[in-house]
């Protein structure tokens, strides 16, 4: 290999190199949701970990905290492969219109910090799943021990959710209020 030295050669080198990222990075994007799709439908993580394969060089990383942010996938740093997060997999289904919408980040824009998604335990995923075993459980004619602990969990949920709403509308109400600017009257001697 020779070593290029003259800048305006190297100034090219840079420009052609950014431009074939932002279309590998578009490919990468586009590919995406079909992966997750894919987990969401059938189980099988194996994309994930072979869009991994290839991206060697890349914000791996990004990849890595994108698809287990918005697909049921986990991280196996062991196997260096995805495995199924099946908790997440019964509790929640693919939204197209999610990936279709400007609301969607770009995976190689997504930040997400990894130590703090390292030490994330999100309960909520976590107790919809469980209500949703013991459904798929009963279904499948099993018996269930403590079935009334899943109305608990239930109106447990709905109280949080109800509540989180209640939280969000008057944070907006008051966030609104501040934002009122009175215009004074006419002076009236």
Sequence with gaps: MQIVTDIRKLQAGIKSIGGA?????????AVLPGIIF???KHGNVTLGTELLRVTRGMERQALIVYLEEFGPFRWDKANSAFKLNKAR????EFDPAFFESAECPKWWEYTKDTKSLESTFDLQVRVMALIK????AKDKGKSVVHEDLSEYLQAALAKYNSDKALKAAQEQAQA????TVVQP???VA
């Excluded at 932002?22 to 994007?29: E, F, L, M, S, V």
């Design 21 to 29: 990222t932002g279309r590998i990075n578009g490919q990468i994007q």
């Design 89 to 92: 997999a019964q509790a929640e």
């Design 176 to 179: 609104m209020a501040d934002k």
């Design 38 to 40: 894919h987990a969401y």
């Design 185 to 187: 009257g006419p002076v």
């Design 133 to 136: 075993s013991m459904g798929n």
